[in-house]
């Protein structure tokens, strides 16, 4: 598979671009002949980012953050958990340091986010949300940025969580109640930026209600 596939203007030259999202690693969305696609370039926040934006340093490829988020969505796909299928990944080593880039299948699906910023999401969705939440928690997921724009909702009301960079396996314990409460701070910050934001505590309320 040439770089050209990992490329957004690639695609747009081709008129296959369909849009991007939201966030700091910019996802983009693209028609290719198997299907539609999410191609994410990894980028780095916080300090880093002052220096670099994209370049991670190189310590092998087992030891890449590509690596490690391909093999962790595999293992999914494997467990039937509701993620989205990996379909290709490019690690460009440059001396130091590298670049790196994942493909995935598009999930015909709308962010929790987007939703709640149009129109109320019924309980028995909210329910669900939770209850999706704790299929992943209860196999050891562990979701590094759970926040409302990482959840997705299909037009049959089935949860997924996309995102998995950075995610692992981990043995039960805190790191559970850190999930949700990082959830919970991400649906209250976007309440408190827009009035017309769909969401109160008794939405939160139930959402629980479905988790446990």
């Known amino acids: 598979m040439d770089g050209a596939f990992f490329d957004p203007a690639t695609w747009q030259r081709r008129e296959r ?53 391909w093999h962790l969505l595999v293992t999914l796909q494997a467990h039937d958990l509701p993620a989205p299928r990996p379909v290709a990944v490019r690690v460009v080593q440059s001396g130091l340091c590298y670049r790196a880039d994942i493909v995935t299948a598009r999930i015909a699906g709308q962010a929790l986010a987007q939703i709640l910023g ?24 562990y979701h590094a940025d759970l ?38 701070r991400s649906l209250r910050k976007l309440a408190s930026l827009d009035v017309r934001f769909a969401f109160n505590e008794s939405d939160w309320d139930v959402l629980i209600q479905g988790y446990r």
């Open 17 to 69: 671009l369909l849009g991007t999202a939201r966030g700091r690693g910019a996802a983009v969305f693209v028609r290719g002949e198997g299907g539609d696609y999410v191609l994410r370039h990894y980028r780095r926040g916080g300090l880093p980012a002052k220096l670099s934006d994209d370049c991670y340093l190189w310590s092998g490829l087992e030891r890449s953050r590509p690596w490690h988020e």
């Open 118 to 141: 149009r129109e109320p999401l019924p309980r028995e969705n909210w329910r669900e949300v939770g209850a999706c939440i704790r299929r992943f928690h209860e196999a050891g997921v």
């Open 147 to 184: 926040n409302a724009h990482n959840i997705l909702l299909d037009e049959a009301g089935r949860v997924f969580l996309v995102d998995f960079d950075r995610g692992r396996f981990r043995l039960p314990g805190d790191w559970r109640q850190s999930n949700l409460d990082r959830l919970q």
